[in-house]
């Protein structure tokens, strides 16, 4: 039997990703079947075939399979909603940027990116989470680009849409759900009644980047000039329609305020299959007096946490570190800003 090289191995987990996107319930015996099928019939060996399977037998530390709660039923009861942060690093402060940022808990994905911004943060937290964020990000001299979620149009692969009413909603199961789907401990009713009542979307593979060598990617719409409102309202629906971005399309964001009137999350098998999607919303509107521009964010690596129920603030922000050197700037004592207040930037 010969070795497997890395190039088999990443089809391997490639095909085991889409499979995933379509049926995330898939059985591993039947992931590691269809699969198998799959690389045996583009001629493949089916010794090398059979290693892989051997050696994934659970693909464990390749997908991390979590259940996805509805953000409007999240943000009705614990009034959290869903921050995005883009960091630029580019003044050479890389390093500076990430050590302070590692240090944070709470319900906060960390993305790297390539190109100029260094970073994007998404939180899923409070008013006042929010704005202990930008704060100490400006503390150690870093000025993001802030936006607020307005709406989420889609979530993980699925249509979000209102939630029904459950009398009694057992909260310790739909967190436990949302971190290990998978888990034989909740039993089948219980979860069959959440996603009835769309508290529960659905399932989502959520998987190691490193290891599939997919492409994921955040991408800002906006649109330009006089695009008509109509248009903007009709928007998600349309892009939805269009294959070659309902292919690779994980969450679409309308933001309520900041550079961008949507923000689109995808994740593509590779950079073809991402630019024929990016360029597919640009011919989305022909108006005479409009344009939609796109700017692209491709993340280089990825700390990724899918929100759970939680009522308390959780998120954890320890001040920056007193090493910053200030002593060419004037600072003026600085009180916590409002929502409204740090939206609009620094006023000093």
């Known amino acids: 039997m ?25 059985p591993f015996e039947k992931l590691r079947a269809d699969v198998s099928k799959s690389l045996v019939s583009a001629g493949v060996s089916g010794d090398l075939v059979a290693k892989l399977c051997d050696k994934h037998v659970n693909f464990a530390n390749v997908f991390d399979f ?36 590692r240090r944070w808990e ?29 704060e100490t990000l400006r503390d150690a001299d870093f000025s993001p680009c802030v936006f607020e979620v307005e709406k989420v149009h889609y979530y993980y692969g699925y249509r979000v849409k209102p939630h029904l009413s459950m ?11 949302a971190s290990n789907w998978r888990s034989k401990d909740i039993p089948d009713q219980v979860k069959k009644k959440l996603l009835d009542k769309k508290i529960l979307l659905g399932s989502f593979a959520l998987e190691n ?12 719409v906006t649109l330009a000039g006089l695009v008509p409102y109509h248009f903007k309202l009709r928007l998600p629906d349309h892009l939805l329609r269009i294959s070659e971005i309902q292919s690779c399309l994980l969450s679409m964001y309308e933001c309520k ?7 689109l999350e995808l994740l593509a098998s590779d950079t073809k299959e991402l630019d024929t999607a990016t360029d597919k ?42 090493s910053i050197d200030r002593s060419k700037e004037e600072h003026k004592p600085k009180k916590a ?3 409204k207040k740090w939206l609009e930037g620094p006023s000093d």
């Open 2 to 26: 010969g070795d497997v090289d890395d190039s088999l191995e990443h089809l391997f987990l490639l095909l085991a990703a889409r499979i995933l996107e379509e049926d995330p319930d898939a």
């Open 66 to 101: 979590k259940g996805i709660i509805n953000p409007k039923y999240l943000e009705e009861v614990t009034s959290k909603k869903l921050f995005f942060y883009i960091i630029d690093a580019s003044h050479g402060r890389h390093g500076a940027l990430r050590q302070l940022v």
């Open 106 to 134: 709470g319900d906060l994905s960390r993305y790297v990116v390539y190109g100029t911004e260094d970073m994007i943060l998404r939180l899923h937290g409070t008013d006042n989470e929010a704005a202990s964020i930008h």
């Open 167 to 177: 009398k009694e909603i057992p909260e310790n199961n739909l967190n436990m759900l």
């Open 209 to 220: 980047l490193e290891q599939t060598h997919r492409i994921k990617a955040f991408v800002g």
């Open 257 to 263: 305020k900041g550079p961008y009137d949507f923000v």
């Open 281 to 322: 919303m640009i011919l989305s509107y022909s108006g005479d007096r409009g344009r939609v521009y796109h700017a692209t964010f491709i993340v280089a690596k990825a700390d990724e946490k899918i929100p759970v129920l939680s009522r308390k603030e959780s998120l954890v922000v320890p001040s920056p570190k007193p």
């Open 337 to 339: 800003l409002g929502i």
